[in-house]
């Protein structure tokens, strides 16, 4: 391990107030919860070791084990989504055209809007007995009766309003990388005579692309650890038709009082979390080192 | 000394470095850093560092080595005061000692159909330092009968506790899924936010000896008037292992009510047996000329509640989801016919096609915008329905018994019996300022103010109130003079849905999801029953 040089002390002196804190709020109630995870933890009693049987309890449940399933649906789905409309509504606002700023307000609201707030408003839109949408789409012969009734379209409709949510997200970050573009590199590309989708392909993708590893490794995560949206609408219902694992643990956590199987649900979705964010890293890590830095 | 050193990236550029260094500081001679780009073959500057002037001390890295050495003591101290929170002792600041006449004393105005005044002494000193506020945790229920909000003219008794102690009183009111769970992480948390809550019966476990202040002390240092007015069955749903850990102060019951003018335009009766339940709902089942549908029937049927609601029919053959002693018998002949009946109902569109999301609240609702014919229910819900100020449909909302099997039809003087709940006062063990929330308790529990309270929206655990004049009065006033007879039946005949257990939450959770498989078509009701029945077991409370 080499000593520090003078000037890389400052940097890491002034950070480590922040990594100190997060290891208090972040690393060490996650390892409590491992602990927690190989213990048999309710209220009014005091925690008594038990082993693996939490893990093996979950793992023997069927719903644990569709609650898995669930989620990375729900996951791929909602990033797809998120992805396309982000960019679309990114690409779009790198153009010029009137009341733009308007357009940009527009777009960013869902994002602006408490989350509980525009989830109850869109569970009030499209109930049976009082919803606006029910009632337009009523006049196109469709009845919103059995939408939160049936775990299929209950489960398309929570995507639907968590990408709707959530897609905003995408749209800043992608259209802040669109905007660095270099506009010359248009312009040769136009003189080359490249067509629309070519400059897309071939300039706009490759030189956003670190931005898109971004928002799409952060967008994941989030839409892993995905819950108010459903429980607000279905609670995991109907049928355990949207039970991801966040519901899952908030079940066994909050409602059958099962910390310590709760904990061990915790456990296997940060084991996913890393899982599925190792990836994005990694190519974030060789996008930096590509470019020479240190 | 000449030192080149190239550095090479994966990129294009690459930059030589030549540095130059003049080890005799005497000479004024700087020392230059120079990047040449083989690239693009030019020099580029980068920095210079004048070495002849002696070196001056930056104390700012000092400083910020003071800043990161602050921060590391505050957060090692704020661990240790995390892992080991302080203790609250209580010091005697003061001794107050209450007067031992009237803390309490109202008289209600004569335009009031409620005239009474609600005296209440206090004999307890209490030491403990007097709070701002205390936060009682409960149902929407409870609070709007104790402030009197259910209906024009009707009592605050809480605003008089507060105008006599100078404590205000703070209420946090959820359904009774949140309820419970946010009672249980209250009464599990080093401290609790809250100060005393309520209880229901079927959450009556045996966790909660080690999470509820035990009241059989305050009982002997501050006693409640006649305590023996108390329904025996009431107290004893708040005992645990011979220990009192709750005062009740609301006895619930079930009964059934009907929209008596949907029912006289389509000429229904209410049904006296089950069997004609579901023929009478589809007859009041219909479609307003302004395109609103009318539901038969509907509940508060959500996963977490679809349990009572099961029970509800189950018990017109007085049939139970799980036996007092633990049995599990949901899979039997009674219930699975009573879910039977649920699901033809919503087959075939008698009951909203959202009823196994209904919250408590969309139910009630449902009910007062006029949406709905015939539904279970609290008894004292008849106040919230027929509330001018909130109801499209007051005045319509009548009472009715609810009907047994015609096999029982003269069993129960014509009455099935439901279930009942009780809700009982608590203190959580770790709350804070327990003599005052003592006193709040042996308030709300007197006499007179148990006597308010059953007329305004809640009905209380006193047999007194129930032989009381002006009670019998008060509902003949009202416009039901049924109140006083279909609740007396149902607490007379009627139990808890299933009994109290550690496990009740997942019990009510599987019974739901079960039940709703088999509303929604997927299973029959026996399947689902059965299913439900082999997960149930293991849970039970072995004896």
């Known amino acids: 391990m080499r000593l520090l040089k003078k000037e890389e002390r400052l940097p890491i002196l002034l950070v480590t107030p922040v990594v100190l804190i997060l290891t208090g709020v972040l690393f060490l109630p996650s390892l409590w919860s491992i602990f927690l995870s190989f213990q048999h933890y309710t209220f009014g009693y005091p925690p008594e070791f038990v082993g693996v049987s939490n893990y093996i309890e979950i793992l023997s449940d069927k719903m644990f084990l569709n609650a898995i399933f669930l989620n990375f649906a729900f996951v791929v789905l909602d990033v797809l989504f998120e992805f396309l409309l982000g960019l679309g509504a990114a690409l779009l606002l790198s153009r010029r055209f009137p009341f733009q700023k308007i357009w940009v307000a527009l777009i960013i609201a869902p994002f602006a809007v408490s989350p509980v707030v525009s989830i109850v408003a869109w569970k009030n839109l499209i109930s049976p007995q009082f919803g606006f949408i029910t009632y337009l789409v009523s006049f196109f012969g469709v009845s919103t009766d059995k939408w939160l009734m049936d775990p299929v379209t209950a489960f398309i409709i929570c995507v639907i309003i968590n990408v709707w949510r959530e897609f905003p997200f995408t749209t800043m970050i992608l259209y802040a990388a669109i905007t660095t573009i270099p506009p010359d590199r248009i312009e040769a590309a136009l003189i080359d005579g490249a067509s629309k989708f070519q400059r897309f392909r071939y300039i706009t993708m490759p030189s956003i692309w670190t931005s898109v590893v971004v928002a799409l490794t952060f967008r994941t995560i989030f839409a892993f650890r995905t819950f108010d949206v459903i429980w607000i609408l279905t609670q995991g219902g109907p049928l355990g038709g949207t039970t991801i694992l966040s519901v899952y643990l908030y079940l066994q956590s909050f409602k059958f009082l099962k910390l310590g199987v709760g904990a061990a649900v915790g456990v296997v979705v940060l084991f996913f979390t890393f899982l599925i964010s190792a990836p994005y890293l990694r190519i974030l890590y060789k996008q930096i080192m590509a470019r020479g830095y240190k | ?543």
Not at chain 2, 83 to 89: A, E
Not at chain 2, 277 to 303: C, H, L, M, R, W
Not at chain 2, 317 to 335: F, H, M, S
Not at chain 2, 427 to 455: D, G, H, T, V
């Open chain 2, 1 to 543: 000394m000449r030192q080149e050193e190239t550095l090479r990236g994966a990129g294009k550029l690459n930059w030589i470095f030549d540095i130059d260094h003049k080890k005799d500081k005497s000479k004024k001679e700087s020392y230059i850093f120079e990047g040449y780009n083989l690239y693009t073959s030019q020099l580029y500057p980068t920095s210079w560092m004048d070495m002849s002037e002696p070196k001056k001390v930056d104390r700012r890295k000092f400083i910020y080595a003071g800043f990161g050495a602050v921060a590391l003591i505050a957060i090692g101290a704020a661990a240790y005061v995390a892992m080991n929170p302080p203790v609250v002792t209580q010091t005697v600041i003061t001794s107050t000692t209450v007067p031992t006449t009237s803390v309490v004393t109202t008289t209600v105005p004569t335009t009031s159909l409620i005239t009474t005044t609600v005296p209440t002494t206090s004999v307890i000193t209490l030491t403990e330092p007097k709070p701002e506020k205390l936060i009682f945790q409960g149902h929407e229920v409870h609070r709007k009968a104790a402030v009197g909000a259910n209906a024009p003219g009707q009592i605050n008794l809480i605003a008089q506790f507060e105008e006599v102690t100078g404590i205000k009183v703070e209420w946090v009111t959820l359904a009774n899924p949140e309820n419970y769970d946010k009672l249980m992480r209250e009464c599990s948390a080093a401290e609790a936010t809250i100060n005393l809550a309520h209880c229901l019966t079927t959450w009556w476990a045996p966790r909660m000896a080690n999470l509820f202040e035990q009241l059989d002390p305050w009982l002997e240092k501050a006693p409640i008037e006649e305590f023996n007015d108390f329904m025996p069955a009431a107290l004893q749903s708040a005992t645990i292992g011979g220990k009192l850990y709750g005062i009740p102060v609301r006895c619930s019951g079930s009964s059934m009510m009907y929209h008596k003018g949907y029912f006289e335009e389509r000429g229904a009766t209410p049904p006296k047996v089950i069997e004609e339940f579901y023929d009478v709902a589809k007859q009041v089942t219909f479609t307003k000329p302004s395109g609103e549908k009318v539901y038969g029937f509907s509940s508060n049927a959500n996963i977490g509640e679809l349990y009572e609601v099961l029970t509800w029919f189950a018990r017109s053959w007085d049939a139970d989801l799980i036996t007092p002693d633990y049995k599990v018998v949901c899979n039997q002949g009674p219930v699975v016919q009573a879910l039977d009946i649920l699901a033809k109902m919503y087959r075939d569109g008698i009951t909203p096609p959202n009823l196994t999301q209904l919250q408590n609240q969309d139910h009630v609702n449902l009910v007062k915008e006029g949406r709905v014919s015939l539904l279970p229910g609290g008894v004292s819900y008849i106040i919230t329905y027929n509330d001018p100020k909130t109801s499209k449909v007051a005045g319509q909302i009548e009472l009715a018994y609810h009907p047994p099997a015609a096999e029982f039809k003269n069993k129960w003087e014509g009455a099935a019996p439901t279930f009942t709940y009780i809700w009982s006062m608590i203190i959580p063990k770790n709350a804070k300022y327990k003599s005052w929330s003592w006193e709040l308790i042996r308030f709300l529990s007197s006499k007179k103010s148990n006597l308010i309270l059953s007329m305004q929206g809640t009905d209380v655990a006193r047999t007194s109130v129930y032989s009381n004049p002006q009670y019998l009065e008060f509902w003949q006033k009202q416009g039901f003079p049924k109140y006083p007879d279909v609740l007396q039946k149902v607490l007379k005949y009627g139990r808890p849905p299933i009994p109290g257990m550690d496990n009740f939450s997942q019990v009510a959770q599987i019974i739901g999801t079960k039940a709703e498989e088999a509303i929604l078509g997927k299973k029959t009701a026996q399947q689902a029953m059965d299913e439900a029945a082999e997960l149930l077991k293991p849970l039970m409370p072995k004896s």
